[in-house]
């Protein structure tokens, strides 16, 4: 994907990719293990491993800032409270 452009440059610098698991010993959707790569001209923050409080911040909040940063304008999907600034800007 970087020898690929198009209009706006590299291709793996303007895509998001999320690659995790939603495999748990439970039911509880908690604690997935989740890399999100690309996007270094979408303002990925590259290099870092965050964690998050699971009683305040849901995953859908990534979704709201990813969907943010491709330019779909949205405050809210599904269960979110709000955007990842930690994470995109």
């Not at 209009?7 to 509880?28: F, K, M, Q, R």
């Not at 699971?54 to 999907?77: D, W, Y």
């Amino acid at each position: 994907m970087k020898t690929v452009t198009d209009e706006h440059g590299p291709i793996l610098d303007n895509t998001l990719v999320l690659y995790g698991s939603a495999c748990s010993s439970t039911h509880n959707a908690r604690n997935y293990p989740l890399v999100l790569a690309g996007g270094s001209q979408l303002g990925v923050e590259h290099g870092s491993y965050t964690v998050f409080d699971e009683k305040h911040t849901p995953m859908s909040n990534l979704f709201v800032s990813m969907l943010n940063a491709v330019g779909v304008e949205t405050q809210q999907f599904s269960d979110s409270t709000g955007k990842l600034p930690s994470v995109l800007p």
